[in-house]
Structure formats: structure tokens, C-alpha cells
């Protein structure tokens, strides 16, 4: 018994790095992805912190919507710098290997960040909802202790998936293969290497994950719905300018979703489409929802502008 414990403590602690094979192995490329990859990850900074200081520092923006939009562009940041800053290092340097303890540290955030995003998604569909079926009464339903105590449940939520994920997978063995066929670590391709039938463990894992991807997806268009038919009964011209409200929301929520439940409703599809949904997720979505939600919206464009007209007042004074 003793050996046999003993060879297990070997085997576990084996693997203590794990190899990305990447997006490519042509040189051209990845060069070309070395280059795409950069100047996404500058535009995702540059929108999500332009949406978060905009937000911040405009009085007139200090409302529970602009407070969620500016939430989501925050957690779209960390969620594009998990893995993008990484991925380009790689590509730069040919040297694609994580430790065990940074891969189980980047599956952790991942989980808690993709967690908290699909929740704080509800709350904005919420906010929209009642602004649009409940006007007289949004400033006092949507509170400020509302508004933060939906932040708190989103992140509280998005730990609580991220710890139940991975207390499946934490005591895993490692007995050999390190490969992972990406560019960032999860947890189908992090269970596929353990030294054990796995299957259980992935049916525990999609199971998990399926339930809050799918249960907040069919939420929020079940809301979306249930708007869109309120305003309906109202007036024609009222669903007019829902739909034109709404169809930033509902782009937001079919590109987070979509590559999420794909992924995790089925756990191993094929490496192109997989690492294809992956690009959509870290690169695509984090850089298109500041342009939908400022590009698409008058308050945050006059805003952006007031900002901008203050700051060259003060350098002419300075």
C-alpha cells in the first residue's frame, strides 16, 4: 500500500510543466498571428480602459447601466490579458511551456472571470429590462446598493464555479504526456492528459459548466423575450427603439456564449474549430464590445468627447 501510495506521489508530481503546441507551427504564420494578436490586445486595452476611465471620471455617466458596462469592460481586460500576453510572449520567443501551478492558476481566473461575466451579462439584461418596462421606478429599483450587490453576486458566482471546477481536478495524477494542442490552459485539455479514464471527470466538468453557460444564456433571451413582447403591446414604435437598444446586448451575449457553450456542451471538438472559438473569445469579443456599446451610443460618445475637450483645456493652461 505504501508503494503504491509512494508511486502515486511520483507520478503526480512527474509533469511540472506543460507544452503549448499553439495555433500554428508554420513560421510565416505565426508571424502573422504575432502580429494580429498584438494589435488586437492594444485596441482591446485601449477600448476597455477608454470605456472604464470614460465612465469613472463623466458625473453624467454615473448611472447602474454605464456601472455594469464599465464592469464588463473591466473583466473583458483580464479575461483578453489571461492569456493573449502569453500567447504573444510565445510566439515571440518559440518557447510555448507553462508551469503546473501557472496552468492551474490560469484555469482558476479563467473560470472565476468567465463565471462572473455571464452573470454580470444577467444583470445587464436586468438593468435593460427595467429601464425599459419599469422607467418611473429605475432609479429606485436599480439602487446603488442594488447595483452592488449584483457585482458581488456575479463575482461570488464566478468563484464559486471556479472552485467546484476545479476541486474535480486538482488531485488529478500526471504520470507523462504534457502537450496541450492550444495556446492557453482549460480544463477539457488539462483532464485529457491525466493518467486516468477521464470520462467521468469531463461529464462532471461539462456538467458544471454547462449548466451556468446554458442556464444564463436562456435567461437572458428569455428576458430579451420577455422584454421585446412588453414593449410590443405598448407600441410599435416602442419595440422600434428596444430592438435598436437591445441588438448591442443580444450581439454581446451570441459572441461570449456561443465559443462557451460550444466548448463545454461538447467537451473535445475538433483542435481547428476549438482554437478558432478560442481566438473569438480572447481576442474578438473583449475588442468589439467597447466599439458596439460607445460606437452605438450617444451618451458614451458626448462623454468621450467632453472628457477629451477638458484634458486639452487643462494642457493649454499647463
Not at 507544452?19 to 504575432?34: D, I, N, Y
Not at 501557472?102 to 429601464?131: K, N, P
Not at 493518467?195 to 430579451?224: H, K, P, Q
Not at 419595440?239 to 460550444?262: D, N, W
Request: positive net charge; glycine residues 4%.
Amino acid at each position: 500500500m505504501s508503494f503504491t501510495k509512494s508511486m502515486s506521489k511520483a507520478n503526480y508530481s512527474s509533469v511540472s510543466e506543460f507544452v503549448f503546441l499553439g495555433l500554428s507551427t508554420s513560421r510565416p504564420v505565426q508571424h502573422f498571428l504575432l502580429a494580429f494578436s498584438t494589435v488586437f490586445y492594444v485596441i482591446i486595452v485601449l477600448g476597455n480602459f477608454l470605456v472604464v476611465f470614460t465612465v469613472t471620471f463623466d458625473p453624467h455617466l454615473h448611472s447602474p447601466m454605464y456601472f455594469l458596462l464599465a464592469n464588463l469592460s473591466s473583466i473583458d481586460l483580464c479575461f483578453s490579458t489571461l492569456t493573449v500576453p502569453k500567447m504573444i510572449s510565445d510566439l515571440y520567443s518559440g518557447h510555448k511551456t507553462i508551469s503546473f501551478q501557472g496552468c492551474v492558476t490560469q484555469i482558476f481566473v479563467l473560470h472565476t472571470l468567465g463565471g462572473s461575466e455571464m452573470v454580470l451579462l444577467t444583470a445587464m439584461a436586468f438593468d435593460r429590462y427595467v429601464a425599459i418596462c419599469k422607467p418611473l421606478h429605475y432609479l429606485t429599483i436599480m439602487s446603488p446598493r442594488v447595483c452592488l450587490l449584483l457585482l458581488c453576486g456575479a463575482w461570488a458566482i464566478g468563484l464559486i464555479h471556479s472552485v467546484v471546477q476545479l476541486a474535480f481536478v486538482i488531485h488529478l495524477p500526471f504520470c507523462g504526456p504534457n502537450e496541450i494542442d492550444s495556446f492557453y490552459c482549460d480544463l477539457p485539455w488539462f483532464i485529457k492528459l491525466a493518467c486516468i479514464d477521464s470520462y467521468r471527470m469531463e461529464f462532471m466538468v461539462t456538467a458544471n459548466s454547462g449548466f451556468i453557460s446554458m442556464g444564463t444564456f436562456f435567461l437572458l433571451i428569455i428576458s430579451y423575450v420577455f422584454i421585446l413582447v412588453t414593449v410590443w403591446k405598448h407600441s410599435s414604435g416602442g419595440l422600434r427603439k428596444a430592438l435598436s437598444t437591445l441588438s448591442a446586448h443580444i450581439t454581446v451575449v451570441v459572441l461570449f456564449f456561443g465559443p462557451c457553450i460550444f466548448v463545454y456542451m461538447w467537451p473535445f471538438p475538433t483542435v481547428p474549430v476549438d482554437k478558432f472559438l478560442a481566438i473569438l473569445d480572447f481576442l474578438v469579443t473583449p475588442m468589439l464590445n467597447p466599439a458596439i456599446y460607445t460606437l452605438r451610443n450617444k451618451d458614451m460618445k458626448t462623454a468621450m468627447s467632453r472628457l477629451s475637450n477638458q484634458l486639452l483645456s487643462l494642457r493649454k493652461v499647463s
